[in-house]
Every structure is written in C-alpha cells, then in structure tokens.
C-alpha cells in the first residue's frame, strides 16, 4: 500500500511505494520519525514502446488479440439485421396516434402534406403540426414554432436540432443530422396526395391503405421540411430497404405497424399504398 508523508523535522513531503506499517516508517531524508497517511490506489500508465498507455488499454488489446469480439460479432450484426423493430414499431404507433388525434379534431380529415398558409413555397412538415396532438413536451416545441415562415427560415432552421424522439429511428445513422426516415406516402391515390383533403375512412380500407413508411438513410428528410416519400408506379419499393436486413416497415391508416420482407410481391404492395383503386389488398403476415 501507498502512502503519503511529512516530516516535521526536516519539512520534507513525498509519497512511500511500501507502507504497509505506516505507524514506523523514518524520512527518506534525515531519518526522523514520520507520519504516513495511506493513499488511494492509482491505476498508472504502463511503458509500451517507450510510451505510456493506460491499464485499460493494454487489457483492450489482449481482448483484440484473444478474439473475444470474433465471438460477439455474429450477436452485433444480428441485432443491426433486426433493427430494433420493437422501438421502431412504437415510434410509429405514436406518429398515428398524433395524426388521428389531428384528424379527430379536423372531421376525421388527415393533415396536409405541407401547410402553405396561403403562400407558394411549402412552409413546415405535417411532422411539425401534428406536436400538439402529443404530450406536453412537444406541444412546447409547437409552440417555438413560426408557422407563417418555411422550415429553413433563420428562426425555424433552429429547431430542427430539437427533432422528437418519436422521429429518430434506432437503426439510422441520420438522426442526429435532424433527418427522419418516417415519412408519409405522397403521390396520387395515396393518403398524402398533394392537394387533397383525404378523410381517414378510406374507400379501400384502414387496414389496407398505407398511411406511413420507414425508409432508408439516403431516402431521409430534414424532419421540419415538407418533404416524403413520393409513390412511383413502376418502382414501388423504391428507396425503402436499408434500415434492417430482414424487411422494412410500414404503416397503415388503422395505426398498425407491418414489416414487409424482401420478397413481398411488388403488385400488391402497389395496391397497399392506394386508398381508392378498388382492389384493396392485405398482409400476408
């Protein structure tokens, strides 16, 4: 045990390597009598190469060398192939909860893609108007908000750094970026058609209307910015792997969350994603 000293004869001060009888030790310098007080015990750099590298460092790299991470590696990637899907699934179910809040208090009418507030340019993300329909906290951003001005005005562009968790998926690198990749389906016959005012009692069906979809980070937007995934016909899967390796999820208009596989048959999730086509389709989960 370390310990450290003072002599009152001399006036000399140090630190004992060995002091395990603290109580009979002399100074080092005239060899009176001192008194040693124990000391705490201090985990020092060790020399490698001529260089001091801390204790834990030196354990890492016996770790490293054993191959412990061989044997955690399949566990890391299968939890990145899962994705998380459980957090995910719960964000989503709270983005529904927020817009069927929206539309209970609109006539059961969704919001729009973008509210314009009587100007050309898109202003704010329904992402941004459906706040109040959560729980206090957001409805406090909400509030910072200067809903007259676009998303990227000197004001608004501040608060995209305080992106809702509801918006920050588990498995995408983007959040911190203030990018989500939960975004609403947007294209003609879709739940955010540009331009209309879709009631939530589709013609196809709830639970047969895609309302939202998980993307991949590249497919990601600015989550104040009036921006989504746009359907494409010819390509309807377009943009949405990338997130897990064993699916991606979506949304329907009930509120119920569904992970769509790889090899989900492309026709059919063309129908999911239409509200009004008259062949509505279902999951086959």
């Known amino acids: 045990m370390s310990a450290t000293y003072s002599c009152s004869q001399c006036g000399a001060s140090g630190v004992l390597s060995d002091a395990s009888n603290h109580e009979d030790q002399r100074c080092p310098a005239c060899g009176g009598e001192i008194q040693a007080t124990p000391s705490h015990i201090v985990l020092r750099p060790r020399k490698i190469l001529g260089m001091s590298v801390p204790v834990f460092a030196v354990v890492a790299v016996v770790l490293l060398c054993a191959g412990v991470p061989l044997v955690l590696l399949p566990m890391i990637q299968s939890l990145r192939s899962t994705g998380h899907p459980i957090r995910s699934k719960e964000n989503l179910k709270?983005?529904?909860?927020?817009?069927?809040?929206?539309?209970?208090?609109?006539?059961?009418?969704?919001p729009t893609e973008a509210h314009l507030y009587g100007a050309k340019k898109p202003l704010l993300s329904w992402r941004v108007h459906v706040l109040i329909h959560l729980d206090l906290e957001y409805g406090t951003l909400y509030d910072q908000f200067h809903l007259d001005e676009p998303w990227d005005s000197e004001h608004n562009k501040k608060l995209i750094e305080q992106m809702p968790g509801i918006y920050r998926s588990p498995t995408s690198d983007v959040g911190d970026e203030g990018k989500t990749v939960y975004l609403a389906v947007t294209g003609p016959g879709t739940a955010f058609e540009r331009g209309k005012k879709v009631n939530l009692d589709v013609p196809d069906g709830m639970s047969s209307t895609i309302m939202v979809v998980e993307v991949s980070d590249e497919r990601a937007v600015i989550w104040t910015k009036?921006?989504?995934?746009?359907?494409?016909?010819?390509?309807?899967?377009?943009?949405?792997?990338?997130?897990?390796?064993?699916?991606?999820?979506?949304?329907?208009?009930?509120g119920e969350t569904h992970l769509v596989k790889p090899d989900f048959d492309p026709e059919t999730f063309k129908r999911l994603l239409l509200r009004n086509d008259g062949e509505p389709a279902q999951f086959d989960e």
Do not use: C
Not at 94 to 110: C, E, M, R
């Open 94 to 110: 709270k983005i529904a909860f927020s817009l069927h809040n929206y539309a209970a208090d609109d006539k059961d009418i969704l």
């Open 226 to 254: 009036p921006d989504d995934w746009e359907f494409n016909p010819e390509r309807p899967m377009d943009g949405l792997m990338g997130q897990r390796d064993d699916g991606f999820l979506v949304m329907t208009m009930d």
